[in-house]
């Protein structure tokens, strides 16, 4: 995603910074400066929207009010459990994850860590709130297994095929060329958000699949430091992000990063309208995140505005276009080539003889389906052409919506 940004760094995004694990409120700071914490704030109240927390997620988010948050996007450790140095076939290192934040002593301890903090986001969570979780094959199927424990309902799990990944340098296994994001609702019942139609839209009207084939974060986007050196080793692509708040928030939610790293997160809810609580351990990550999204240009809301989907859209009975006049009792509807002719009965039923039904029992009948939707399936002679019932059904809506 391409998101405007300019070379200043006056937004207010808040850090407020905890050396003890608790975070305390800073007053509003221009980023990037970290200063110490000046007022107490009860974090259980207030909302510390499109600010950073520095210090642990696990007790931050424990002071966070319970069924405050829209949304969970969290990139945790991986466990990578790097043994040695990795090397290219040219003796080069390659600058792999060996940072402390991502060290446990054992596969029991990383387990207990995610219990910890996914029990904490479930808490903070609304009832209809979701979460998405990104790994690899290191840590994924842990994350997994926890959050269903957990109560979370598994609704999909997204497969990042990455464009351009990092060889298997040794040869002893397959390129790893993909990251797994598991998307869970807070619980079975949760009527969590999904824009279909949307997506649809954006895919040439073919349902967006859960592979998702996107580049490693790379170029301008890859935050360097003075010396040209990445400032985080597993920064996330922004389409990435986009793609995940695009399907399932809405603008004006609130997401939440127990791993902010370099804010990615904060950056593309900043341009998309959404608002952001973003958790990171390390004040010098904190610091880039926070420079980072003080130089985003929100988006203008036309940009991002979700288009209502069609289930959203109130309901219309074929009988209504009768009674409007749009269609007329004896007339023939037909299919897209003219193979299927049926006659349109005053009751709003169609006759396919000798059988009767609505367009959506006659549309399938007529095709020997076992299901049709009949408002994009049949067709009324138009001046000259066919016109599908749909658009005669968005007529019918534009005078609902004007009623
Ligand atoms: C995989 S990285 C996230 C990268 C981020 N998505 C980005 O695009 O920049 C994980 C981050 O979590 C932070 N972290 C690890 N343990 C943490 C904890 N207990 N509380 C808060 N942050 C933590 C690390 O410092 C690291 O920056």
Not at 100 to 128: G, I, N, Q
Not at 277 to 299: F, H, M, N, S, W
Not at 300 to 322: C, G, I, W
Request: aromatic share 8%; charged share 25%.
């Amino acid at each position: 995603m391409g998101i405007l940004r300019t070379r200043t760094t006056s937004a207010a995004v808040r850090i407020q910074v905890s050396r003890t694990g608790r975070p305390a409120l800073q007053s509003p700071i221009k980023a990037p400066r970290i200063k110490p914490a000046s007022l107490p704030i009860d974090l259980s109240r207030d909302l510390p929207l499109d600010q950073i927390l520095v210090g642990d997620c696990i007790a931050a988010i424990e002071r966070l009010p319970a069924a405050s948050v829209d949304l969970v996007f969290a990139d945790p450790p991986y466990n990578l459990q790097l043994g040695g140095d990795l090397r290219r076939p040219d003796d080069s290192l390659v600058d792999a994850v060996d940072d402390d934040w991502d060290k446990f002593s054992s596969f029991a301890e990383y387990d207990a860590f995610t219990r910890a903090w996914l029990a904490a986001c479930r808490r903070v969570l609304k009832p209809d709130g979701a979460l998405w979780v990104i790994g690899s094959y290191h840590n994924i199927f842990r994350v997994g297994s926890i959050l269903q424990d957990l109560g979370f309902w598994m609704l999909n799990d997204i497969v990042w095929r990455k464009a351009n990944p990092m060889p298997n340098f040794r040869g002893r296994r397959f390129t790893n060329a993909h990251e797994t994001l598991i998307w869970a609702a807070r619980g079975e019942g949760s009527k969590y958000t999904f824009h279909y139609e949307a997506l649809k839209g954006g895919n040439d009207d073919l349902q967006m699949r859960s592979d998702w084939y996107l580049p490693l974060c790379t170029g301008e986007e890859r935050l360097k430091d003075d010396a040209g050196a990445k400032v985080h080793p597993t920064q996330k692509p922004e389409a990435l992000l986009a793609r995940v708040m695009l399907s399932a928030s809405n603008p004006g939610d609130v997401i939440l990063d127990p791993f902010f790293g370099t804010g990615t997160t904060g950056a593309v809810a900043k341009a998309l309208g959404r608002h952001f609580i973003g958790c990171e351990r390390d004040p010098g990550y904190a610091k880039a995140a926070a420079q980072r999204i003080a130089a985003v240009t929100p988006l203008p809301p036309e940009a991002f505005a979700t288009a209502p989907s069609k289930r959203s859209e109130p309901r219309v009975p074929f009988l209504s276009l009768v009674e409007a006049g749009l269609v007329k009792a004896g007339e023939i509807v037909t299919d897209e080539k003219r193979r299927h002719k049926a006659v349109i009965r005053a009751d709003g039923t169609l006759l396919l003889d000798p059988a009767v039904g609505s367009i959506h029992k006659v549309g399938a009948l007529a095709q020997g389906l076992p299901s049709c939707n009949g408002w994009t399936f049949w067709h009324v002679e138009r001046a000259g052409g066919l016109m599908l019932l749909d658009v005669l059904r968005a007529e019918i809506r534009v005078q609902m919506a004007a009623a």
